[in-house]
């Protein structure tokens, strides 16, 4: 079994910086494509960005695309979300998570992550 346990986030002016990370236990051998997805009040969870094991393919969701970048550090078992220039729209509860499919790259669908952090309040003042 793999915990994700994240940190990070909290509150920030529109135009902002934030960095969340996201740290693996347990069986991190079986971890391979990571991603965070995130989740506003009265809203589907939505994908946000995901990286390979191996972290040399990224994907990002329009919406965040040159704000945010994702990147992991294997050695430490964490991934890592730097939020740029924030909007009020950003706002909502971020997730990490975790793929122990070798298989599938950089997943970009929830139904592909065998594991989820417990999520972070990320909130953007305008």
């Known amino acids: 079994q793999v915990q994700l346990v994240q940190s990070g986030g909290g509150l920030v002016q529109a135009g902002g910086s934030l960095r969340l990370s996201c740290a693996a236990s347990?069986?991190?051998?079986?971890?391979?494509?990571m991603g965070w997805f995130r989740q506003a009040p009265g809203k589907e969870r939505e994908f946000v960005a995901a990286?390979?094991?191996?972290?040399?393919?990224?994907y990002y969701a329009d919406s965040v695309k040159g704000r945010f970048t994702i990147s992991r550090d294997n050695a430490k078992n964490t991934a890592y979300l730097q939020m740029d220039s924030l909007k009020p729209e950003d706002t909502a509860v971020y997730h990490c998570?975790?793929?122990?499919?070798?298989?599938?790259?950089?997943?970009?669908?929830?139904?592909?992550?065998?594991?989820w952090g417990q999520g972070t309040q990320v909130t953007v003042a305008s």
């Open positions: 347990g069986r991190t051998l079986s971890v391979y494509g």
């Open positions: 998570a975790a793929s122990k499919d070798p298989s599938v790259g950089i997943p970009t669908i929830k139904t592909l992550y065998d594991y």
């Open positions: 990286i390979s094991w191996s972290g040399g393919f990224l």
